[in-house]
C-alpha cells in the first residue's frame, strides 16, 4: 500500500468513526451525555452481569428504620433544667438527611447558649450531630450503648433518598415541608463536600428495570427539590442489554458505610471529642448528665426511653454478595434491589412496618435472588 492509498483509507476509516460516534450520541435524542457503561460500537449499555448464587451470600442481615408517621421529631422539651433537642425518626431517610437534621439540631442546641453539649446515640445522625457542634467549637460527648458496627446506621443501604419513607404523604405539613427541604439541601452539599475521601461517598448509576411502568412515588412533588439530581433518562430497547419494557437511567449518591462511620468517628476524636459507653434506661439516667444540653439521637431508643407512641420500626433485610469489581451500579426491579458497595454487593427488597425481629429469613434471600437470577440469565452480551 503506498502513502496516498494508506492516507486515502485512514480517512476514510477516520470519517465512519465519527459518523458512526455522532449516530449513536444523537440515537437516544434526550441525553446529553455518555456515561461509561455505554459501548459505542453496539449502542448498547454494557452493564456487568452480578454473578449470583446461593453460595456467593457471605451475609444476610436486618436492619429497623426508625418512622414517625408525622415525620422526623426536631423540637426541644424540658427536663428539669436540662433542655432536650430531638433528633430521630427518620425513616428510611437518615442517611440522606443526617447532616441537614443535625444542623437543625445544632441551632436550637446553640440557642440555649450552653458552651457543653451531650449527645445521645452513634449512628449516622448523631456521629454527624456531634461533628457540627464541634464545627462551632463546642465540646461534645456521645453517649450511645453501642458504637459501629454494632448499630444500626451500619444496617442500612446507603444510598440517597432524602424521602423515602420519612412520613405518612398525607402528615406533610408546611412545617415539615420546609425542614425537609432545608436538611436536604443541607446534606446534598456537605455530602458534595466528602466526595474524594477514599470513596466513602461517590456518584453511581442507577437503573430501574420493569415490564411495566413504575407507579408514582407517592412523595413525588410534594418532597423534591427540582434540578437537584439528573433528570431519569428512559432507554430505548436498542440502548440497553436488559429482557424489559421499561428501563430508565439516573444518577444517585451512594455512602460506603463501613469507611464513612470509621472516618466520621475518628474525626469526631480528633477533634477532642468523647465517646462514653452507657445504657440509659430511664429519664433520670439522662438527668444525671453533667451537661445541661442534650441532643437525642437515640432513633428507635426514643420509643421507650422518651414514651413515643408513634415511633415504629421498619424491617428490611440485605444479603450480601461477594464483591465484583467491575459492578458498581444500583439497580431496582420488582422484588429485588441490587446496591454494589465496596464492602458487597448487597440484595434487598422488602420493607414490613411494625416488625421488631431482626432475624434474617433465608426465604427472603432465596426469593431476591431468584428474581436478580433470571434478570441477569436474560441479558444480552
Known sequence: MNRRTFLQTTGLSTAAIA?????????????????????????????????ISMDRIVKETVGLRPF??????????????????????????????????????????????????????????????????QERGHEVTIYAKELPPHVTSFLATGTWSPAYRLCDPEKITPQLKAD????????????????????????????????????????????????????????????????????????????????????????????????????????EDIDALEEKCVVNCTGLGAKFLFNDEELTPVSGQLSCLIPQPEVTYKLNTQGASVIARKDGIYLGGNGIVGNWDTTPSREQTEK??????????????
Open 19 to 51: 459518523t458512526g460516534l455522532t449516530s449513536c450520541i444523537s440515537s437516544s435524542g434526550n441525553k446529553a451525555y455518555m456515561d461509561r457503561h455505554f459501548h459505542i460500537s453496539s449502542g448498547i449499555h454494557k452493564i456487568p452481569k452480578l454473578r
Open 68 to 133: 414517625r408517621a408525622s415525620g422526623p421529631r426536631l423540637d426541644c422539651e424540658m427536663l428539669g433544667r436540662k433542655t432536650i433537642v430531638h433528633n430521630y425518626g427518620h425513616g428510611g431517610s437518615g442517611w440522606s438527611l443526617s447532616w441537614g437534621t443535625g444542623n437543625i439540631a445544632r441551632e436550637k442546641a446553640e440557642a440555649t447558649g450552653e458552651k457543653r453539649f451531650a449527645v445521645l446515640g452513634c449512628g449516622t445522625v448523631g456521629i454527624a450531630t456531634a461533628r457540627l457542634l
Open 180 to 283: 425537609w427541604e432545608k436538611a436536604c439541601l443541607f446534606s446534598f452539599r456537605t455530602f458534595q463536600n466528602l466526595l474524594g475521601f477514599n470513596d466513602i461517598v461517590s456518584w453511581v448509576d442507577e437503573y430501574v428495570v420493569r415490564n411495566d411502568m413504575p407507579a408514582a412515588n407517592e412523595m413525588h412533588g410534594q418532597l423534591e427539590i427540582k434540578g437537584l439530581l439528573p433528570e431519569r433518562v428512559l432507554l430505548s430497547r436498542k440502548e440497553h442489554p436488559f429482557k424489559a419494557s421499561y428501563v430508565a437511567r439516573m444518577s444517585g449518591m451512594m455512602f460506603n458505610i463501613p469507611s464513612y462511620l470509621h472516618k466520621q468517628l475518628n474525626d469526631f476524636m480528633l477533634f477532642g471529642g468523647k465517646v462514653k459507653i452507657r445504657e440509659f434506661k430511664t429519664l
Open 368 to 381: 431476591v435472588v431468584t428474581v436478580l437470577q433470571e434478570l441477569m440469565q436474560n441479558m444480552r452480551g
